[in-house]
Nanobody, 126 residues
Framework: EAQLVESGGGLVQAGDSLRLSCAASGFTLCDYSIAWFRQAPGKDREGVAYIAYRDGVTHYADSVQGRFTVSRDSAKNTAYLQMNSLKPEDTAVYYC???????????????????WGQGTQVTVSS
């Protein structure tokens, strides 16, 4: 059974950093494209970062460009989202997702992904 489990969320102050982890089981995560999404109360789920299986190319939402970095560690079968210079508007539940295709030009669409974690809460105070 394929499964993704997020961890690393918490309560931080504006300007702080967090590193989210996404541990995979039942499949090899590095053979999949990986994305991070977030959802704030009353808002749609939003794609924030992506790394393609095919060539490792990354993409980021404009709102996080230059502050967030997505990566993966094949030895640990885990993906990461490093979040720096956090802002109150980054407050949301963060989800990781995986897809078995090598690259997508519409990576921010939730229906592109085969597997989803349950989410981890990130709260950024002023």
């Amino acid at each position: 059974e394929a499964q993704l489990v997020e961890s690393g969320g918490g309560l931080v102050q504006a300007g702080d950093s967090l590193r989210l982890s996404c541990a995979a089981s039942g499949f090899t995560l590095c053979d999949y494209s990986i994305a991070w999404f977030r959802q704030a109360p009353g808002k749609d789920r939003e794609g924030v970062a992506y790394i393609a299986y095919r060539d490792g190319v990354t993409h980021y939402a404009d709102s996080v460009q230059g502050r967030f970095t997505v990566s993966r560690d094949s030895a640990k079968n885990t993906a990461y989202l490093q979040m720096n210079s956090l802002k109150p508007e980054d407050t949301a539940v963060y989800y990781c997702a995986a897809a078995d295709w090598g690259y997508s030009t519409t990576w921010w669409h939730t229906h592109e992904y085969d597997y989803w974690g349950q989410g981890t809460q990130v709260t950024v105070s002023s």
